[in-house]
């Protein structure tokens, strides 16, 4: 121990570029020192918080390309109101239900075919709409039926077709000298009326009754309670 004192005593007898190079390790030790004690904690809440700026910046754009967008979004809000409200325009009254009926016929008859049957089915409600479906067949060539169906998509109102089932004719099929080929089309002949505001109003007036029933009679209860 002795030695090592005197040695530690004896530095100022070494040369100069010792002495300087030794304050210089002596230096970059206690820098390396501060470093890790004061600036290592400092450096993770930068990357933390480097982290959170490249976050906010990308749901900036986000936002702000949203905003940019959100005039053209209102236009085209606008646009789907004015079709739709078109397309409520071409829906049937309750009156011209039966015209529509009797422009089906006269789509089969027009190309020379039979309608066999038009069977109403239970109204099908689709919020502010009626589905209004017909269960039809037809008997015809398929050239007739093609062009019926051209015929439908042409009528004054709206009346789609699905559920479509082909298949040749029973008949036909026993009379192998019959000219053309018959063909029976069993399909579902959908039209569409707009539902009374009236009624959709009553329908909400009456569907949220119960809550209200339910809500004053849980107030009531807890009232009684109270007493």
């Known amino acids: 121990m002795a030695s090592k004192s005197l040695e530690l005593n004896d530095l100022y007898k070494l040369n100069p570029i010792a002495q300087l190079g030794l304050a210089l390790g002596i230096i970059v030790l206690i820098l390396g020192l501060a470093y890790f004690v004061f600036y290592s904690g400092q450096l993770d809440e930068l990357k933390v918080a480097e982290t959170e700026e490249v976050k906010l910046k990308e749901d900036f754009e986000s936002k702000a390309k949203a905003a940019a967008q959100l005039p053209i979004l209102k236009k085209q809000l606008e646009q789907i109101n004015t079709t739709f409200a078109i397309l409520l325009k071409q829906l049937p009254t309750d009156a011209e239900v039966p015209n529509l009926l009797q422009e089906l016929h006269d789509a089969a008859s027009s190309n020379g075919m039979r309608l066999d049957k038009v069977i109403p089915q239970p109204i099908v409600n689709d919020g502010p709409i009626d589905i209004l479906p017909y269960q039809i067949s037809l008997t015809g060539s ?86």
């Open 142 to 227: 398929h050239a007739q039926l093609s062009q019926f169906a051209r015929d439908v998509g042409k009528l004054s109102r709206i009346i789609t077709l699905s559920e479509m089932k082909l298949e040749q004719d029973k008949k036909d099929k026993k009379d192998k000298n019959a000219p053309v080929t018959q063909f029976v089309l069993e399909a579902k002949a959908n039209t569409y009326k707009a539902v009374d505001v009236n009624v959709i109003d009553e329908d909400k007036k009456q569907a949220s009754e119960p809550k209200n029933k339910k809500a004053a009679s849980n107030k009531d209860a807890k009232a009684e309670g109270a007493k």
